[in-house]
């Protein structure tokens, strides 16, 4: 039976990362009438979140529990069992992933199965199609802007697949008070990320340029404010981590390098400066003077390509001057970060899609685009490679396996941060 409108909708959130948790999360109460907080799950895996990086996010008072993918399927079919069955379920995962799960959830034989719901993090520019199409098959793909919506439908469309369930929002996180100066204050916040750049050339390129920013205005505080700490890990890889780096610099007071939960570092920022990051987004909604760097090039590995047409690209050479770029009215408008002031209205659709779906008497099975029939050379190594088996017995979770998958954690990520690097500047010999 469906839910009903006097009962409490139960949510389920299974992430992959910090920054997908964060998203899940947030979009969990957006697109749902729930009280409640939503359960969050956690996968277990190469970039499994730290504690401290969960509660950084500030997208829940309550932490998510680590499982597997297994382990997750498990909980949702016993959840039924004990009819606490959960009525919506948000995959906050990368695009191979969620296919795995909707065959694991297709595969449970439910009675009733809850409402799928997915889509992306942030800005969407790499691997548009491949992504898109791996999503296929969850009843609301949620696209973060008008512009995002009109190219997943062109996608879906143009492969054959039904695009009906695009759903066009906006980010989930985006909000605070709108910018007001201060006076004497001064602040420059460099928003980093994981992968972009990509080189340690490039990397230290931008740290370098940084700390001459710095060193050129300093009345100006300059801080660059970083998604992790050595050894944890983003929804990316992180070689070559700017707190490394930076110890081949001497900068001077006014540059710091700062933590924290992303709107308080905003509230007291007076440019917002990056390569690509999603913090631009954030920024432009609260009306922060925003800049879009150049200087590595406006590349699509870069992902500032997206930028394009928004007036904000610019250099550190015109920064330095005090040249500041304003950003283009109707690119923002299309990119759905409130310019119009319709925000609070941007989750209507996706609240009405949900609830008619969870007013079907019955839900219509899992359809996806990538079919035993359509990818018969790609879609069996997604699925292989998640081992997604809920007869498999659950391995119980004792002490001692905890100290050896962190400890083995920890041997992986010395293994890509600090040998994988050498290794490669040895082979360039």
Request: aromatic fraction near 6%.
């Amino acid at each position: 039976m469906p839910a009903s409108s006097s009962e409490a909708i139960r949510v389920a959130v299974l992430a992959d990362s910090d920054t997908r948790w964060k998203w899940g999360a947030l979009t969990a109460r957006r697109i749902t009438a729930a009280d409640a907080e939503p359960t969050g799950f956690v996968l277990r895996g190469r970039a499994t979140p730290t504690a401290r990086q969960l509660a950084e996010t500030g997208a829940s008072t309550a932490a998510p529990r680590e499982v597997t993918g297994a382990e997750f399927l498990r909980e949702v079919r016993d959840a039924e069992a004990r009819g606490e069955r959960y009525d919506v379920v948000v995959l906050a995962l990368v695009g191979g992933t969620v296919r795995a799960v909707l065959q694991g959830l297709a595969d449970l034989g439910l009675d009733r199965r809850p409402v799928v719901v997915t889509g992306y993090v942030g800005v969407v520019y790499e691997k548009l199609a491949d992504g898109l199409l791996l999503r296929h098959g969850a009843d609301v793909v949620l696209a973060n802007s008008r512009h995002d919506a009109d190219r997943f439908r062109a996608v879906y469309e143009g492969v054959g697949a039904g695009a009906g369930s695009v759903v066009e929002a906006a980010l989930p996180f985006l909000g605070g008070a709108p910018y007001r100066p201060e006076e004497g204050r001064d602040t420059l916040v460099f928003a980093a990320q994981p992968s972009v750049p990509v080189t340690r050339a490039e990397r230290a390129y931008v740290l370098e340029r940084l700390v001459r920013h710095a060193r050129l205005h300093p009345g100006r505080e300059v801080l660059l404010k970083l998604r992790s700490k050595p050894g944890e890990h983003t929804t990316h890889l992180e070689e070559h981590p700017y707190q490394k780096l930076v110890r081949d610099l001497e900068p001077p007071a006014n540059f710091r390098l700062v933590y924290g939960h992303m709107g308080e570092v905003l509230d007291r920022t007076d440019l917002l400066v990056t390569v690509s990051s999603t913090a631009a987004l954030e920024a432009l909604h609260r009306r922060i003077p925003t800049a879009v760097l150049t200087d590595c090039g406006v590349r699509e590995v870069n992902g500032n390509h997206h930028f394009i047409g928004s007036g904000l690209l610019t250099s550190f050479d015109r920064l330095d001057r005090g040249e500041v770029p304003g950003p283009d009215e109707e690119w923002l408008a299309r990119q759905g970060v409130g310019a119009d002031g319709g925000y609070d209205s941007a989750f209507d659709a996706a609240r009405e899609r949900v609830a008619r779906l969870l007013a079907l008497p019955a839900l219509p099975p899992i359809s996806p685009y990538y079919t035993a029939e359509t990818a018969p050379g790609y879609l069996p190594g997604i699925l292989a490679r998640h081992r997604l088996d809920v007869t498999a017995p659950p391995v119980r979770d004792s002490g001692l396996r905890r100290i050896v998958r962190e400890a083995a954690r920890g041997a992986y990520r010395h293994g890509v941060q600090r040998v994988a690097p050498v290794v490669r500047r040895l082979g360039e010999l």
